[in-house]
């Protein structure tokens, strides 16, 4: 069987003549096929170029005929130009063309019309199309890269048919970024409806469904000395206040921000709730998960279980310094204990664990030192751990999974009046979501070592936001 491929620009009257005679040689011989690729002419010079020279070959001017050696894809036998394709039928078929150059423009220009139709076409089934715009800063983060494939499904985003993925990294280049472009466009992930990058703020956040922010500054190292910190802290707060007022001035009123990372996460959120004064506070979450998680996995180690039998675990405080984990509700299944039941069993965690001196304080440091000691031997940030925290508060946020008792942090406008919190500060404190909406869970008991601990964050959380 004979394979040909025929490309030439639109306009192009020797590529319709062509057109033509492969169309006659296709009727009348059924072994021989042909396959058109159609080229609006400002687009030729560069198509041709990059086609010649993945082939290794030499051709200048419109039409390109090849032949092909396997399947359509595969390496190809390069013909030339018209005279060559012409040439070719004559001696091996008998075959010759005799359109006239009135009847060759006037296919040319069928053909030019045609394609941009064909294009308009496209425009319309596009325009129709609504995507979800998620923002993600600080793409270049390893988290991000982390997060991306689970983040584009309907495990994350019910109801929604496409997602427009928009990467930002202020510190990175335009090439590392379009590789990762490249990387995410090769997932082939059905939801994924484009992808653009960008390494300034001229047109960031614009329609805005979501905003993922990664960039933090990098691990608080605990031998920073105070000028330090405070350069951190100014860098930091600049940004997320510029951050904060173009979500005011360019996302949807109805976007959802979620603040993640190991530094400032506090502080971050609460910049961008006070430069963002039209979108609502209870829009802001600075995620918790994470170090949830990263309790449970130390409890699941002492107590030889899966971190995933506990739940209902409480984060309390600053969730990237000062905290406090609470378990007056925490939770277990599968526990091997005298007592079982069936899956759904649970007991409260509490009253099968001796010893609550270690809670109260081996606990609470292994649970400081647990990321540090990822961070030491990797050399970067807990990628995965951090991916998997912002997925968790965007199914919950979603309405995609279950309501259970879930510790995040929300801005201050939430939380004022709960527990006699300060306003003004962002402050972990534990949340049910129901059918996409969140709400504080006021009925907890605030004993006095717990209040105690709570003021020494709050206190802190002030200090740190007066010094910005």
Known sequence: MAKFVLAGKTDCPYYAKAELLADTLQQCLPDFKIHKISILPDEWKEWLGATCEKNNWKHEGSPLVWRELVEQGGKGMLLGGFNDFLEHCQDYYGITSDMTTNVMLSVAAENLEAKMNLIKEEQHRASLIQPLHVWITGALNPTCQVLIPSLLSPEVFPNVSAISLRLLDLEGNEEQLQSLRLEIEELAISMLHQVTTGTDLERAFRKADVILLLDDGGHDGENEGEEVKKKKVKVISERYKEYGQLIDATAKETVKVIVSGDSFLNLRCSLLVDSARSIDSHQFIAAAAQ???????????????????????????????????????????????????????????????????????????????????VTSKTGQAAATSAANGILTVLKAWNGASDPDLVSKCDCFGVILGHYSLPDGIVFSVPLTFTDGKWSVVSELTVENELKYRLELSASELQQVKLNQ
Request: zero cysteines; hydrophobic letters at 40%.
């Open 291 to 373: 170090l949830e998680n990263e309790a449970k996995a130390v409890l699941g180690k002492k107590m030889r279980m899966r971190p995933s039998d506990i739940t209902d675990v409480i984060v309390w405080g600053n969730i990237s310094g000062t905290f406090y984990i609470d378990l007056q509700r925490a939770k277990v299944f599968n526990h091997d204990g005298p007592i079982t039941g069936p899956a759904f069993f649970s007991q409260p965690l509490l009253s099968i664990f001796p010893d609550r001196k270690w809670l109260e304080t081996d606990f609470q440091h292994l649970v400081r030192r647990r990321r540090l000691a």
